[in-house]
């Protein structure tokens, strides 16, 4: 057995065992539950699963969510730019007539049957409720299982790349990153993304370094696959076509003829959602209607990198024009910069690419960690993997030509998150693709120091140290590392359904066990709406404990309830 091998069953079991200690943790409290909040991502996710799953497997309907934040566009839309919304009106097909203004007009912009976003994930969802029912729990057994896969990935690449040596530290490092694991039990795609792409990396340097006419086809097909579920894949084919060129720039028949064999695997690839967007009469090449709403999100002007201030505002104002098509809305943001501002947005979004801060977007790692000891005890963070994932990039270009496959993907990345928001799960697939890097660094670092070689060494130290003391500094001003709203998540969506069912029941035994477990995570500090929404729950709980025959317990919690009022004013 080769090394590798062996060394892929020890990471196998261990990737194993360790996602089945945290689910055993986790799979009874709120994080396993956060797909019921209606504000989030992972609401509609399922949403649509449960959709197809009961027979709509064409989504043949107009699917999107409408939030909050949905609501205060429309609203600011409707008021300030009548013309535009009459206009707007006019083009409703006449089955949204019915619909309230603000959700017709969103239904408007994100294109009526249009998928909302890319089919794979929500389809994959579907097919797991058809089989074994609707339960989310094997949601996140499939995503651990994918995940135990996105680390022996990084280790195969991270050893075909690197060597023997970096394989083994990027597995070390890629098992105890916290994050990883936290992702695969949350309903999104972040873990899929991330399997999807290091999955397009292996294979595209195989495929390049074999030159063969059904490994080209087979790459086309993957990659046709890989845009259903994340249409940005779709710059991975381009990155494709830079390093054919360069490799065969000699052989012009040889690069067209794997250039159309690609092209054509990679039309099979996306027949499933062509076929689906003829039958329901949509542009069979539109896979996501939210690009040009997120490209206006994350690229005006008004947008601050680490702050996700919302700006209603600039939306309404750029879609009164763009009427929510993608390349008039990516005119129409371009329109707010002037040059200075445009590359200032971009300089900050790259700095904030490089903090060790893990920004919350739908969910919060540094509010869910809090229920599993094992999260809490991976102590391995950003901080340390991006600046030894750095080092290793740098150590790489020893090498340039065997290894410019693994650097373009990081340069993707890296343009992936420029081009929309620096949250963690946006950031992740970078993570996982600097893991290799890191492990590279760590064991040239090892070899130095054996070797005796103390300049080299110390010099790695340095960099490191310095790299990491800068991704190190403090949150902005405003910015905290657990927000109000996951905390109020996290009630609404979990105790507060087992609360009422148990109080239907007059069963206040448990409605009193549920309460009380609800404040096994506490805000340390609180805002006055944070404060007002927990002074509700204490007294809710004295109510409970008087049903119980509590009345010292009871007025504890009332007094409780009394000082966060205060707190609230």
């Known amino acids: 057995m080769s090394f590798l091998s062996r060394l892929l069953i020890v990471?196998?079991?261990?990737?194993?065992?360790?996602?089945?200690?945290?689910?055993?943790?986790?799979?009874?409290?709120?994080?396993?539950?956060?797909?019921?909040?209606?504000?989030?991502?992972?609401?509609?996710?399922?949403?649509?699963?449960?959709?197809?799953?009961?027979?709509?497997?064409?989504?043949d309907q107009a699917l999107h969510p409408f939030h909050h934040w949905n609501q205060l566009v429309a609203d600011i839309f409707i008021q300030h730019h009548s013309e535009a919304f009459a206009a707007a009106r006019l083009e409703w097909q006449a089955s949204d007539v019915e619909l309230e203004p603000a959700k017709a007009l969103w239904r408007y912009w994100y294109g009526h049957k249009q998928f909302h976003q890319e089919p794979v994930y929500s389809y994959g969802i579907a097919v797991l409720y058809k089989m074994f029912g609707p339960n989310p729990l094997w949601v996140f057994v499939g995503q651990m299982g994918l995940g135990v896969g996105n680390l022996l990935l990084m280790i195969v690449l991270a050893y075909r790349f690197f060597g023997r040596w970096a394989a083994v530290f990027a597995g070390v490092l890629a098992l105890l990153y916290g994050p990883f694991i936290f992702y695969e039990v949350i309903m999104l795609r972040a873990t899929l993304i991330i399997f999807v792409g290091l999955g397009l990396l292996l294979l595209t340097d195989s495929v390049v370094k074999?030159?063969?006419?059904?490994?080209?086809?087979?790459?086309?097909?993957?990659?046709?696959?890989a845009c259903l579920v994340k249409t940005t894949f779709l710059l991975w084919a381009g990155v494709i076509g830079m390093i054919m060129i360069y490799e065969y720039r000699s052989r012009w028949p040889l690069f067209l003829r794997y250039g159309l064999i690609g092209i054509?695997?990679?039309?099979?690839?996306?027949?499933?959602?062509?076929?689906?967007?003829?039958?329901?009469?949509?542009?069979?090449?539109?896979?996501?209607?939210?690009?040009?709403?997120?490209?206006?999100?994350?690229?005006?002007?008004?947008?601050?990198?680490?702050?996700?201030?919302?700006?209603?505002?600039?939306?309404?104002?750029?879609?009164?024009?763009?009427?929510?098509?993608?390349?008039?809305?990516?005119?129409?943001?371009?329109?707010t910069h002037s040059f200075s501002s445009f590359v200032s947005l971009v300089w900050n979004k790259f700095k904030f690419i490089w903090f060790w801060y893990e920004y919350p977007n739908n969910a919060n790692f540094y509010y869910f960690r809090q229920f599993s000891q094992v999260l809490q005890g991976m102590f391995l963070s950003f901080a340390i993997i991006a600046p030894l994932g750095l080092i290793g990039i740098g150590l790489s270009f020893r090498d340039v030509r065997s290894r410019i496959s693994i650097l373009l993907f990081v340069g993707m990345n890296i343009g992936l998150i420029l081009l929309s928001a620096e949250a963690a799960r946006y950031r992740l697939p970078l993570v996982a693709i600097m893991i290799p890097f890191a492990g590279l660094a760590i064991a040239q670092l090892i070899e130095w120091l054996r070797a005796q070689q103390w300049i080299r060494a110390g010099f790695v130290f340095f960099v490191f140290g310095g790299l990491s003391l800068w991704m190190l500094r403090p949150l902005p001003d405003g910015v905290s590392l657990i927000r109000s709203a996951d905390y109020v998540a996290a009630f609404q969506t979990t105790y507060l359904p087992r609360y009422t069912n148990a109080a239907k029941e007059n069963d206040w035994e448990s409605a009193s066990k549920i309460l009380k477990k609800s404040f096994q995570v506490y805000p340390e500090q609180f805002t006055p709406q944070l404060a007002n929404f927990y002074a509700s729950i204490h007294y809710t709980y004295s109510q409970t404990l008087d049903e119980l025959g509590l009345p010292d317990d009871a007025q504890r919690e009332r007094e409780t309830a009394i000082e966060l009022k205060k707190k609230a004013k």
């Open 11 to 59: 990471f196998l079991v261990l990737g194993i065992l360790l996602r089945i200690v945290v689910f055993s943790e986790v799979k009874e409290g709120p994080l396993t539950q956060h797909q019921q909040w209606a504000e989030s991502d992972m609401h509609f996710f399922e949403h649509w699963a449960k959709q197809v799953a009961q027979g709509d497997w064409w989504t």
């Open 210 to 225: 074999r030159g063969q006419s059904k490994g080209y086809f087979v790459l086309g097909i993957a990659m046709g696959l």
């Open 264 to 335: 054509a695997g990679g039309i099979i690839g996306l027949s499933p959602g062509i076929v689906r967007n003829v039958v329901v009469g949509v542009p069979p090449l539109t896979f996501s209607s939210v690009n040009a709403i997120s490209f206006i999100k994350f690229m005006d002007r008004s947008y601050e990198p680490g702050q996700y201030k919302f700006q209603g505002q600039e939306i309404a104002k750029t879609l009164a024009v763009s009427q929510g098509r993608v390349i008039p809305s990516m005119q129409e943001t371009l329109k």
